[in-house]
């Protein structure tokens, strides 16, 4: 029987590698789209176009996570069997500028939706999109799913909320419902306002000679990169599991912004120290040092496993930006991998 999911925040990096995830496994898919003065669904676009993709089983509703009665009826309507939560202001940087929206979307959405389902009697397994800024000012490395929360903005607090929202509709209501505890996931499909897409972003451009210098912030925080396509795959798995449970997603690997420079430069013969100047623009007034995590439950339990690892992973993004811009001055539309 075909399964029917809902993704929220679709239009994003996740939600659009978990859309075509679920559309090959003959999901019926359903995402949430917000209305904007400018199309917003170019992560999409390739599956309406593409002949060999099921673009009849993706549907697209409007709604928003600050609209309850909204989200009440969309449960009520596509009675999905999977819920997947990624809708977020998802920027850390930004969280500090928009505190009080970013609690609003992040925190209280969440559990908008879960009274959504609560209400409606449907009772989809559902996944949150919890975050491993949770861990903050890191009190345990590396983090692992008991290692206590330290969050270290606006945005990290939100998602703490979030997470122990799900664990408690859980516990009170049976709902199978799961938190993905993911460290940070990259592609050529990131925002390009994150740090590794602002930078083989600025690569293609500085090798094209179309820009001169790249001002960044802190380059000495350390993150546990992996590949977003990968990362999608351990949200479903979660969710075909007997039990309910939280996961850390990661590659037990970490790396600092400096040495993401190093690797992204070199691929395209730049030396990155001429270009990059530092902006105090870009620098938090709560930094997250160092992030690592320790996936071996995933591991055991989902038998996930993460493969593209931190050069390669950089390199692939450059080429992809390389491409994507040779594509745009060639005046091709065209859709990032
Ligand atoms: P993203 O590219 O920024 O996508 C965020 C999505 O949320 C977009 O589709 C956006 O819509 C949507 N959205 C924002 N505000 C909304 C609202 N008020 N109502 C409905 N939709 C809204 O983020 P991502 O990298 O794919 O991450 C997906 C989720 O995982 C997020 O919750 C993020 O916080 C979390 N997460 C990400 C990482 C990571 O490294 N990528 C790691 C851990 C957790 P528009 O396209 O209209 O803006
Ligand atoms: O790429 P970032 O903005 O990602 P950050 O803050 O780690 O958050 C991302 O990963 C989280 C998972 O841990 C997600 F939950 C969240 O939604 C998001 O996807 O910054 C990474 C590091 C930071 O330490 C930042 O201070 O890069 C540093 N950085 C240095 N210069 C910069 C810049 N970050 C950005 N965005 N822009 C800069 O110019």
């Not at 270290?152 to 993905?180: H, M, Q």
């Not at 938090?284 to 439950?297: F, H, N, Q, W």
Request: glycine share 6%.
């Amino acid at each position: 029987m075909t399964r029917t999911a809902l993704i929220t925040g679709i239009t994003g990096q996740d939600g659009s590698y978990l859309a075509e995830f679920l559309l090959a496994k003959n999901y019926e898919v359903h995402g949430l789209i917000r209305r904007a003065s400018t199309f917003n669904t170019g992560r999409l676009d390739h599956i309406y176009a593409d002949p060999h993709t099921p673009r009849n089983r993706l549907h697209l509703h409007y709604g928003d996570l600050s609209d309850a009665s909204a989200l009440a009826r969309l449960i009520a309507k596509i009675a999905p069997d999977e819920v997947y939560n990624l809708a977020a202001q998802s920027h850390v940087r930004v969280s500090f500028d928009c505190p009080e929206f970013t609690a609003d979307i992040d925190a209280t959405g969440t559990v908008r939706l879960l009274e959504a389902i609560r209400e409606t009697g449907v009772r989809p397994r559902f996944y949150q999109a919890s975050s491993s800024e949770m861990f903050g000012k890191v009190q345990e490395v590396p983090q692992k799913e008991t290692t206590p929360f330290y969050p270290r903005s606006p945005y990290a607090a939100a998602k703490v909320y979030s997470y122990w929202i799900t664990v408690n509709y859980r516990e009170s209501y049976d709902l199978f419902a799961c938190n993905g505890i993911l460290f940070n996931h990259e592609s050529p499909r990131r925002g390009e306002t994150f740090v590794t897409r602002k930078i083989t972003r600025a690569v293609a451009h500085i090798k094209a000679g179309l820009q001169d210098k790249l001002y960044l912030g802190n380059l000495d925080a350390k993150r546990d990169w992996g590949y977003a396509p990968e990362y999608v795959d351990a949200m479903w798995r979660m969710l075909q599991q007997d039990q309910p449970g939280d996961y850390v997603v990661a590659t037990n690997e970490t790396h600092s912004v400096r040495e993401f420079l190093e690797v992204a430069f070199s691929h395209a013969g730049l030396d990155w120290q001429k270009y990059v100047e530092l902006d105090p623009r870009y620098q938090r007034p709560a930094e997250v040092d160092l992030l690592i995590g320790d996936y071996s439950k995933a591991r055991a339990q989902l038998g996930w496993e993460p493969t593209t690892r931190f050069a390669e992973l950089a390199r692939l993004m450059v080429d992809a930006d390389i491409d994507l811009l040779r594509s745009h001055r060639e005046g091709k539309a065209r859709v990032t991998a």
